[in-house]
């Protein structure tokens, strides 16, 4: 079946314009989740959403950085007046469920943001 | 919060040996382990996971080992092949988001 998709692929932004990145989970996850790789390091958890809601957000940088999922299914990350250090691969992983029993995450191919 | 340290951070071994990655954790609750393998330009793939509840798992070449008491894991891929030159990350959870290693850049050598 289809897997997790991310739109765009690659984005390149100016410094201080807005950004939303689009993640398509596997159908039937209710669980999803974001994460950010900087070059050479393991993804950094974002945020957690169960459903529509937001269950964990904790790893969320700062205000600049938000993420909705009205419906329960399609998310997008926004990012609010970039900064050049927001430049990284945008990772997006879903599950089966989430909470006290772990299920395996999958993750889609990531969009590269740049900010110039 | 959780503490993932991963050892080496570059592996290079001869086409048909065997590899071995190792990670620490620090968080006790943790009771998830997966593991990923990532090529350049793609999402990390799922390729091996173990819970707190065993302490071996294998599936063809790949196995992963859990010492809870010691709080470490490991990788082992046997028989390598040039297919599995990639970088790898172990990761840790008991809940929502993982937590990464720094990944280990595993290197095939024909």
């Known amino acids: 079946g289809a897997g997790v998709s991310q739109t765009p692929s690659n984005k390149v932004t100016e410094k201080g314009k807005y950004v939303e990145l689009r993640c398509d989970p596997i159908?039937?996850?209710?669980?999803l989740y974001w994460y950010r790789q900087s070059l050479g390091q393991g993804p950094e958890f974002l945020i957690y959403f169960q459903g529509t809601g937001a269950a964990d957000d904790s790893g969320l940088p700062n205000d600049r950085f938000f993420a909705v999922r009205p419906e329960g299914s399609v998310s997008t990350l926004k990012i609010q007046r970039t900064e050049r250090g927001d430049s990284a691969v945008y990772l997006c992983?879903?599950?089966?469920?989430?909470?006290?029993?772990?299920?395996?995450?999958?993750f889609g191919p990531g969009t590269r943001l740049t900010v110039t | 919060g959780e503490n993932v340290e991963q050892h080496p951070s570059t592996l290079s071994v001869q086409e048909g040996d065997s590899a071995v990655i190792k990670c620490t954790y620090s968080?006790?609750?943790?009771?998830?382990f997966p593991w990923y393998k990532q090529e350049l330009g793609k999402g990390p793939q799922l390729i091996i996971d173990?819970?707190?509840?065993?302490g071996e798992k294998k599936d063809q070449r790949i196995a992963v080992t859990l010492n809870k008491t010691a709080k470490h894991f490991s990788l082992h891929i046997t028989e390598t092949q040039p297919e599995d030159s990639a970088v790898y990350f172990c990761a840790a959870t008991y809940a929502d988001g993982l937590t990464f290693g720094k990944g280990t850049h595993l290197i095939i050598q024909p």
């Open positions: 173990i819970r707190s509840n065993v």
């Open positions: 159908s039937g996850h209710t669980a």
């Open positions: 992983a879903s599950s089966l469920s989430g909470g006290e029993f772990v299920y395996e995450q999958y």
């Open positions: 968080d006790s609750a943790s009771n998830y």
